[in-house]
């Protein structure tokens, strides 16, 4: 049980159409990062925020974007879906001042794309 | 971007030492060796980290080569609720992500 909650925690969704992910940080932390993961491979770092603004982003296009809330949660919205795009998203906190710190995850949303 | 080489996977028996290597030949002298697992449908969960030193916590221990080019992470009593994909992750001090690779599935068997 880390504390970070993702919701929901399964969705079908339709090429083309849009997504909005959510995640609900630990107490305490403000930073928020989020991974994909297709199935039978590693996490992808997406992006990261921190207090409001994303500080760090991996390879993937702007139709991935987030935001991130005054109390630390955070949405992951993708448009334009595409097959590949379906995965397991996972949302991840930190407290973000030790970069050397753990990272908690949640458990994810599998998201299926048709 | 992994920089760490793990073996695909391995098995082990319930109740003996579990040891899962790991290389890292290009770890530069500030990155950290992280070990996280992720157990099937669940999120990765962190397991241990270290730079030079031999670490020990209340899940495994971490033993890392004096060159730090290799690292080896020890379950010292492996149960079947250790059956996961163990991940190695070299993080420098300014990396704000984890670079996943494949990961060690580990199979532990009664």
């Known amino acids: 049980e880390t504390g970070v909650t993702q919701s929901p925690t399964h969705l079908i969704k339709t090429r083309g159409q849009q997504v909005t992910l959510r995640c609900s940080s630990q107490?305490?932390?403000?930073?928020v990062s989020w991974y994909q993961q297709a199935l039978g491979q590693g996490p992808q770092f997406i992006f990261q925020y921190y207090r409001e603004e994303e500080n760090g982003r991996g390879n993937f296009p702007p139709r991935f974007s987030g935001l991130q809330f005054p109390n630390y949660s955070s949405e992951l919205n993708v448009n334009a879906l595409e097959l590949d795009d379906s995965a397991l998203y996972l949302c991840?906190?930190?407290?973000?001042?030790?970069?050397?710190?753990?990272?908690?995850f949640g458990e994810g949303s599998r998201l299926t794309v048709l | 971007d992994a920089k760490t080489t793990q073996p695909p996977s391995m098995d082990c028996a319930e109740g003996r030492a579990a040891n899962l290597p790991c290389n890292h030949s290009t770890i530069s002298g500030n990155e950290y060796v992280y070990w996280y697992r992720q157990i099937h449908s669940q999120g990765p969960q962190y397991i241990i980290h270290g730079l030079k030193n031999n670490e020990t916590n209340e899940m495994a221990s971490l033993i890392i080569t004096e060159d730090r080019k290799s690292s080896t992470l020890i379950l010292p009593h492996a149960t079947l609720r250790d059956t996961a994909v163990y991940y190695c992750i070299v993080r420098g001090p300014n990396d704000y992500k984890l670079s996943f690779g494949a990961g060690t599935t580990v199979t532990v068997r009664a």
């Open positions: 107490s305490g932390h403000n930073t």
């Open positions: 991840a906190s930190s407290t973000g001042t030790s970069r050397t710190g753990e990272l908690f």
